[in-house]
């Protein structure tokens, strides 16, 4: 059974920085991603990073701030987050798939999701 776990999450203050990690279980996965969803908001992509770890996608939201990276060989993705602003709180999503794709920012081209990690900047 397929498994992501992130963790990393907490509350920090605005400029601040953190770093969530996404843990797979069993595997490494092909292009892994990190979504996130605010408080009333929809879920938005953040970053993408493809198997090798030589092509990555951001949003534009956070490109400049955030880095994506992968240690295959621990079967991790992480997400640095710098310079957090009040409206990067949201609950942060690790994602996965399971076939070679192009790298995306769709939802719908992941097939396997963490269960979230609570990212909150506030004063």
């Known amino acids: 059974q397929v498994q992501l776990v992130e963790s990393g999450g907490g509350l920090v203050q605005p400029g601040g920085s953190l770093r969530l990690s996404c843990l797979s279980s069993?595997?490494?996965?092909?292009?892994t991603a990190w979504f996130r969803q605010g408080p009333g908001k929809e879920r938005e992509f953040v970053a993408a990073?493809?198997?090798?770890?030589?092509?990555?996608k951001y949003s534009d939201s956070v490109k400049g701030r955030f880095t994506i990276s992968r240690d295959n060989a621990k079967n991790t993705v992480d997400l640095k987050l710098n310079s957090l602003k009040p409206e990067d709180t949201a609950v942060y999503f690790c994602?996965?798939?399971?076939?070679?794709?192009?790298?995306?920012?769709?939802?719908?081209?992941?097939?396997?999701w963490g269960q979230g990690t609570q990212v909150t900047v506030s004063s």
């Open positions: 990073i493809n198997l090798s770890g030589d092509n990555t």
């Open positions: 069993g595997r490494t996965w092909y292009n």
């Open positions: 994602a996965a798939a399971r076939s070679w794709t192009v790298l995306s920012a769709l939802a719908a081209s992941y097939d396997y």
